[in-house]
C-alpha cells in the first residue's frame, strides 16, 4: 500500500510569534473563486459609489492679490512653484501693480499657503506670464507695453510661514509698441513670443524683438510654443482666427479662421489637417476662458464663464469633472490651480476622491485594483450612471434626466446653452452607435433566464 | 510527516537522476528520439514517482530549476557540453509545455477577434488586443506560480501488487499514516439521541453536530475540542453553519432558529415552516430552506429581509443541495424531478426528469459541470450540467441515501451501513470503487460530507458520528482569502467584513454567472427596427444628394431652366425609384391578413354563426349567410 495524506502541522501555516506577518497563501484555481464576475461587478459598484461620497475636490484658495487674477503660469523644473498676475492696474493705474508668486511648501497642510514674493513693477494689467527654460527666470507682459524679465526665487522650507512676502525688482525691460496680450517661451532656446497687435519673437539677450509676423489686422490674444516641435508655435486672433508659425520660415504658416465663436464647446485639432477638428469637448454652458493640458497631455483642464472649471480626457467629448465656485478664469494642471476674479487662487484635485498624501503600498495596490475593475464594468448603465452624475450648486438635473439614488438631484452641464460646431457633427456618429450598443449590455433581469 | 513520505520523497530524487541519466544516455545515441524510460523497478511505483517528482513535500525548500539541473549534473556523470546543452534545451522546452498547459485553466475565454470593425472601431480592436495580451500574461504567471510556489500535493492510494484499494480497512489505513491524519480516523458511539447530521464551516475548521433529539453541538476539527453542547427539546432536523462558525442554523420542528456558537438563540424564523433541509448562499447572504409545504424561501441573513419564496407544486422536498459555481439551488421531488432555482424565477430555472421514483440524494460538483443524482429506482446518474444531459448511469443493490463530491471529485455515496466511495464525478464510467467504509453496528446513513481541504470524510448516522480518512480527497492548497484553515479569530473578523462589502445581490443568480457584463444579442424586433432606421436615413441621405447635384453638362441648350429642371426631376426619381421597387416588393410578401381573414378563421366565424359572420366571410359570400 501506498499512501499520503494532507496532514498539515501548525507550526508551518501559522506564524511563531505574535510580531511576525501572518503567513498568506494564494490558490488562484479559478474553482476557488465562484462569480468573479459578480464580485468584480460589484466591487466597481461600490468603489463608484464612494468615489462619489469621497469627492472632495478643494485642497486650498491662495490669497494675496487685491484684484482679479489674469494669469498664471506653473514651473515646469519645480512642482510647487506657481506664478500668478493680476488685474490690478487696470482698476487704479496709479497703484503699483504686483505679479505675485506662490511657492506651495511643504507646510501646506498646516495652512501655510501663501505668497512668498511678490514682483511689482507693471503699470497695468499683467496679461501674460511664462517661465525660462531652466526654470530659474520668468517674464511677464502687461497692457503698459512692456516684458519684464524676473529673477524666480530660491526658497528654503518653511519660508512661507514668515512674515509677509518680499519685494522683488526685474532684471530687464523689453519696451513694445502697443499693449502685449500674451507671451510665451520658447521650449529649448532662449527666445519668447509675444502677441499683442503682431506676433513678436525676442531674444532674451536683445532689446528688439528680431522677428515679427503679421496675418490680418486684429490683435493676436494667445500664443503657444510646440512641445514636440519646439520651432513651431500657434497664436489665437480676436477675428476666430488660429495661426501657425515657424521660426525657421519669414512668414506664417497656415491659417484657420474658426466658424464659431464663444460657442462654450473646445476644439481639439491635428495640426497637420485643419479642416475639420478631431473632437468637440462639449458641457460648458458658457464662454471658455482658458485651456491648459497636464504634463501627462492625456488630459487637459478648462476654465469658463460659466463659474466651472472641467477637466476632459484628451479626446473625451463629454467632461470627466466639474468643479465650481464663482468666477474663474484660468486653470493650470497636476493639482488643478484656478485663478479667478475674486483675487483668489485655488487650488483643486485632478481626481476629486483621491486621497491626500503618501499611499501605503497596499492603498496604492488597492486603488490600482478598483480603478481598473471600474474601467471594465463602466459601461454597465448603473455604474455608468453614478459615474457621470455630478452634483452642482444650482441643483438641476443629470443630462439623462434621471435622479440619483439617494433622491438627490444631480447635474451635468445644462446642455441648453450648447450649440454644436458644423464641421465637428458626422464624425461624432460614431459615438452615439456605440453608446446604444453599450446599452445592450447584460444586466440580471427576469426575462433573461428561460424556463424549464 | 511520517515515515512513508520522506520515503516516497527519496524515491522522487532517485527517479529524477535515473531519467537524467536517461536524458544523457539519450543523447549519446541519436537514432532514439524520444525519452527512453527506466523500468528498473516495479513499472506502478516508477509512474508513480515521476509524476510527483517534480515537487518535494511541504517541508522541504523549492529548489530554482537552475539549481536542480546543477544538482542533477554533479549527480551524473562528466559528459559532452554539447550534450548538456541540448538536454537542457530540451528540459526547458518540457517545461514551457507544462506551464502552457497550466495555463490553460486561468485563461478566461479565448481571444475576441476585431476583424472586420470599422475605422472608428479600430481603438477598440486595438485595446481588445491589449486586453488579451495582459490575460495571456496573467495566465502564463499563475501557471508558473502553481509550478513553483503551490507547495501542497493531493494526497492518493495506491495498490501494489494483487492488492486493491477498496479493499483496505480503516485501521490499516490509520496504521500507515502520520499521527496528524490518524487522528482523522474516529467513531463517536451517540446511539441514544440519533441519526445525526454533520455540517463543516467553508474553511474546514468547525464541524457542527445535529442529533435527530434535538442534541446540537459544536466542535473544533483540528484539536477535536467540543466547543458547544445544547440540547433543544425538539426535533431537529437539519442543521447548516452561516457564513462562519459564529452562526448555524437549526431545521427544528416547527421553525428555523439561529444559535450563536456559544449555543445561545439568536433568531427565530418563524417564517420558514416545517423545514426539511437547509442551504446557505454564502457570497449572497441567503438562508435557502425547503420543506413539508415544499415552498423555497431564501432569507437574507445580513439584513433579514425575506428575499423570494417558490412554491414548487411538487410536495415535500427533501432533497436540496447548492451549485457553488453559480449558486443556483438543486430540489430533487418524489415524481423524479430535479429542478434548478434562484431566487429571481417562481418557476424552475430548468427542470430535469432524472429518476422513475423519488430522487433521494443527489450533489454538484465544485467546479459545477456536473451532477449526480440517486433514485428510488436504484440508480445513480452523472449529469453534464451544460448540456443538461446524463453522461452516464449505474445501478446500485440499494437506493443511495446520500451522495457527497469531494473537492478533487471523489464521490462518495451511502446506503444503509456501507459508504462507498469511487471516482464517478469524471465523464467516464469508473467501474472500480476506491473506497468502502462499514459503520459500527450497523447504523444507518444520515448524511456525510468531506471536510473542505483536508483528506477526510464525516459520516452523521444513527449511532453516532464516524470519520474516515480518503486519502486524495480534499484541495492540498487554500486560499488565505477564501477559506483558510487556520483561521486566527481577528482574520475571521477581517473576512466578515470583507464579505458583506462583496456581498453580491440576489438577482445576480443566473445559470452562467460568467454572462454579467456581456453584450445580450439583440432581439430580432430590435435588429429590424435598427435596419429600417438606417434604411430609411440612407433614403434620406441619397435623396438629399440627388437635389443638390451639380448639372454637369454644359453644352449650349443643355443649360436651360427647363432642362435643369427635368435633369434634377429624373435624378431624383432614381433615386427614389430603387427604394420605390424594393417598399412594392415587401408590401407583396406581407400576408393581407385584415382585409381577407384566413379560411379556418372565417369559418370558424361562420360555424359560430354570431353577427359578425358576414363580417368575417367578406362582402360577396355573406349574402349566402342566413339572416
Redesign the interface.
Known amino acids: ?10 507550526e ?3 506564524r511563531e510569534r505574535t510580531n511576525d506577518l ?14 468573479e ?3 468584480e ?3 466597481a459598484l ?1 468603489a463608484v459609489k464612494l468615489d462619489k461620497i469621497f469627492a472632495k475636490p478643494f485642497v486650498a484658495a491662495l490669497d494675496g492679490h487685491m484684484d482679479g487674477v489674469s494669469c498664471m503660469a506653473k514651473n515646469f523644473h519645480k512642482l510647487n512653484c506657481l506664478i500668478s498676475g493680476s488685474m490690478d492696474g487696470v482698476m487704479n493705474t496709479t497703484e503699483v501693480d504686483a505679479t505675485r508668486s506662490y511657492v506651495i511648501t511643504n507646510e501646506y497642510e498646516q495652512g501655510c499657503l501663501r505668497a512668498i514674493r511678490t514682483f511689482p513693477g507693471h503699470k497695468g494689467a499683467v496679461t501674460g506670464l511664462a517661465v525660462s527654460t531652466d526654470g530659474e527666470h520668468f517674464l511677464s507682459c502687461g497692457n503698459d507695453c512692456t516684458v519684464r524679465l524676473w529673477q524666480l526665487p530660491v526658497t528654503e522650507v518653511g519660508e512661507a510661514t514668515r512674515g509677509p512676502p518680499e519685494e522683488e525688482e526685474e532684471l530687464g525691460i523689453y519696451q513694445g509698441k502697443n499693449a502685449f496680450r500674451g507671451i510665451d517661451h520658447h521650449w529649448q532656446k532662449n527666445i519668447f513670443a509675444t502677441a499683442g497687435a503682431q506676433v513678436d519673437i525676442w531674444e532674451l539677450e536683445r532689446s528688439e524683438p528680431v522677428n515679427s509676423f503679421t496675418w490680418g489686422s486684429d490683435t493676436v490674444v494667445s500664443i503657444r510654443f510646440n512641445p514636440a516641435e519646439p520651432d513651431v508655435f500657434a497664436s489665437t486672433g480676436s477675428d476666430r482666427s488660429i495661426a501657425l508659425y515657424d521660426l525657421r520660415l519669414g512668414t506664417p504658416l497656415r491659417k484657420l479662421v474658426m466658424q464659431a465663436n464663444e460657442d462654450c464647446n473646445l476644439y481639439t485639432y491635428d495640426m497637420r489637417t485643419l479642416k475639420a477638428a478631431l473632437c468637440v469637448h462639449r458641457d460648458h454652458v458658457s464662454a471658455v476662458m482658458d485651456v491648459d493640458y497636464s504634463p501627462t497631455g492625456r488630459e487637459f483642464v478648462t476654465g469658463s464663464y460659466d463659474r466651472t472649471v472641467r477637466i476632459f480626457g484628451q479626446n473625451a467629448p463629454r467632461s470627466r469633472e466639474i468643479y465650481h465656485t464663482k468666477r474663474m478664469q484660468s486653470g493650470d494642471a497636476a493639482y488643478v490651480m484656478s485663478g479667478s476674479d475674486d483675487f483668489n487662487v485655488r487650488i483643486w484635485k485632478a481626481k476629486a476622491s483621491e486621497k491626500m498624501g503618501v499611499l501605503l503600498p497596499r492603498e496604492r495596490f488597492r486603488q490600482n485594483y478598483l480603478e481598473k475593475v471600474k474601467d ?2 463602466k ?2 448603465d448603473e455604474i455608468k450612471r453614478i459615474d457621470r452624475c455630478t452634483r452642482c450648486q444650482d441643483g438641476t438635473r443629470c443630462q439623462d434626466g434621471t435622479r440619483c439614488q439617494d433622491g438627490t438631484q444631480c447635474q451635468d452641464g445644462a446642455v441648453s446653452g450648447e450649440t454644436v460646431g458644423p464641421d465637428a457633427v458626422p464624425r461624432f456618429q ?2 452615439s452607435t ?1 453608446e446604444s ?1 453599450y446599452r ?3 444586466v ?3 426575462s ?5 | ?2 515515515k ?2 520522506r520515503g ?1 520523497g527519496d524515491t522522487a530524487a532517485e527517479s529524477k537522476r535515473r531519467k537524467v541519466e536517461g536524458d544523457e544516455k539519450e543523447s549519446s545515441e541519436p537514432a532514439s528520439s524520444t525519452i527512453p524510460e527506466k523500468n528498473e523497478g516495479s513499472g506502478v ?1 516508477t509512474v ?1 514517482s515521476e509524476g510527483r517528482g517534480r515537487k518535494q513535500g ?2 522541504q525548500a523549492i529548489v530554482p530549476y537552475k539549481l536542480v539541473r546543477d544538482l542533477d549534473e554533479k549527480g551524473g556523470d562528466e559528459s559532452d557540453p554539447d550534450d548538456i546543452l541540448k538536454a537542457d534545451e530540451r528540459r526547458a522546452e518540457k517545461l514551457k509545455k507544462e506551464l502552457e498547459e497550466r495555463a490553460a ?2 485563461r ?1 475565454g479565448t481571444e475576441k477577434k476585431s476583424a472586420g470593425w ?1 475605422e ?2 479600430r481603438e477598440i480592436g486595438v485595446e481588445l488586443k491589449r486586453t488579451h495580451e495582459v490575460v495571456e500574461k496573467a495566465a502564463l504567471n ?1 501557471a508558473r ?2 509550478h513553483w510556489l ?1 507547495q ?9 501488487g494483487v ?1 486493491r484499494t477498496r479493499d ?1 480497512r480503516q485501521a ?2 490509520v496504521h ?3 499521527l ?2 490518524s487522528r ?1 480516523a474516529f467513531d463517536l458511539r451517540l446511539p441514544e439521541l440519533g441519526p445525526y447530521t454533520v455540517d463543516f464551516t467553508r474553511n474546514g475548521q468547525f464541524l457542527v453536530l445535529g442529533g435527530r433529539k434535538g442534541h446540537l453541538s459544536l466542535m473544533e476539527w ?1 484539536s477535536k475540542n467540543l466547543l458547544t453542547e445544547i440540547q433543544v427539546r425538539e426535533t431537529t432536523r437539519d442543521v447548516k453553519f452561516l457564513h462562519n462558525e459564529c452562526f448555524f442554523a437549526a431545521a427544528q420542528k416547527k421553525y428555523v432558529y439561529i444559535y450563536d456558537k456559544r449555543g445561545v438563540e439568536v433568531h427565530c424564523l418563524k417564517d420558514h415552516r416545517g423545514v426539511l433541509k437547509l442551504e446557505f448562499l454564502p ?1 449572497h447572504f441567503l438562508l435557502a430552506t425547503i420543506g413539508k409545504g415544499g415552498f423555497l424561501r431564501y432569507q437574507d441573513t445580513s439584513t433579514g429581509r425575506m428575499v423570494a419564496g417558490h412554491a414548487t407544486k411538487r410536495g415535500t422536498c427533501q432533497v436540496m443541495r447548492l451549485n ?4 443556483v439551488i438543486h430540489l430533487g421531488h418524489h415524481n423524479g424531478t430535479v ?2 432555482w ?1 431566487p ?2 417562481s ?5 430535469l426528469m432524472c429518476h422513475y421514483g423519488p430522487v433521494t440524494s443527489l450533489a454538484v460538483s ?3 459541470r456536473s451532477m449526480i443524482t440517486a433514485g428510488m429506482d436504484c440508480q445513480v446518474k452523472v449529469w453534464d450540467l451544460r448540456k443538461f444531459e446524463a453522461l452516464h448511469s449505474y445501478a446500485v443493490p440499494q437506493p443511495v441515501t446520500w451522495i457527497d463530491i469531494s473537492q478533487k471529485g471523489l464521490v462518495a455515496e451511502g446506503n444503509g451501513s456501507l459508504i462507498r466511495i469511487g471516482r464517478g464525478a469524471s465523464e467516464q464510467k469508473q467501474r472500480d470503487l476506491y473506497m468502502t467504509h462499514k459503520l459500527f453496528d450497523r447504523s444507518v446513513v444520515r448524511n456525510f460530507q468531506f471536510c473542505p ?3 477526510s470524510l464525516v459520516v452523521g448516522h444513527s449511532g453516532g458520528i464516524s470519520s474516515i ?1 480518503v ?1 486524495g480527497a ?10 483558510n ?2 483561521e ?1 479569530p481577528k ?1 475571521r473578523r477581517e473576512k466578515e467584513i470583507h464579505s458583506l ?5 440576489p ?5 452562467e ?8 444579442k ?1 432581439t430580432k424586433a ?1 435588429q429590424e427596427a435598427e435596419r429600417k432606421a438606417q434604411e430609411k436615413e440612407e433614403r434620406e441621405l441619397a435623396l438629399k444628394k440627388g437635389k443638390r447635384s451639380a448639372m454637369r453638362n454644359k453644352a449650349k441648350g443643355k443649360a436651360t431652366p427647363s432642362k435643369k429642371f427635368k435633369k434634377k426631376q429624373d435624378v431624383v426619381f432614381n433615386v427614389k425609384k430603387k427604394h420605390i421597387v424594393k417598399d412594392a416588393h415587401e408590401k407583396n410578401k406581407q400576408p393581407r391578413g385584415d382585409k381577407f381573414p384566413a379560411p379556418d378563421a372565417a369559418a370558424a366565424a361562420a360555424a359560430a354563426g354570431g353577427s359578425d359572420a358576414p363580417a368575417a366571410l367578406g362582402s360577396a359570400l355573406s349574402r349566402f349567410v342566413k339572416k
Request: with cysteine.
Open positions: 500500500m501506498k499512501i499520503k495524506t494532507i496532514s498539515r502541522s501548525e508551518e501555516f501559522t501572518r503567513k498568506v497563501f494564494r490558490n488562484l484555481d479559478p474553482k476557488l473563486h465562484p462569480m464576475k459578480a464580485h461587478y460589484t466591487r461600490t471594465r464594468y459601461h454597465l460614431g459615438v456605440a450598443r445592450r449590455a447584460f440580471p433581469q427576469r433573461s433566464l428561460d424556463p424549464c | 510527516m511520517g512513508k513520505r516516497h511505483v508513480a511541504y517541508g485553466k486561468y478566461r470599422k472608428e472601431r499563475a506560480v502553481e503551490l501542497g500535493e493531493a494526497g492518493f492510494l495506491e495498490a501494489e492488492e483496505f490499516e489505513i500507515e499514516v502520520d496528524l491524519s482523522n483540528r457570497h457553488h459555481y453559480n449558486a429542478g434548478l434562484s429571481n424565477m418557476y424552475p430555472l430548468v427542470g465544485e467546479d459545477g481541504y483536508e483528506d480518512i486519502p480534499g484541495e492540498p492548497n487554500f486560499d488565505t482569502f477564501v477559506a484553515p487556520f486566527t482574520q462589502l462583496d456581498k453580491l445581490q438577482s445576480m443568480i443566473t445559470l454567472p460568467e454572462i454579467i457584463g456581456k453584450f445580450r439583440p430590435q
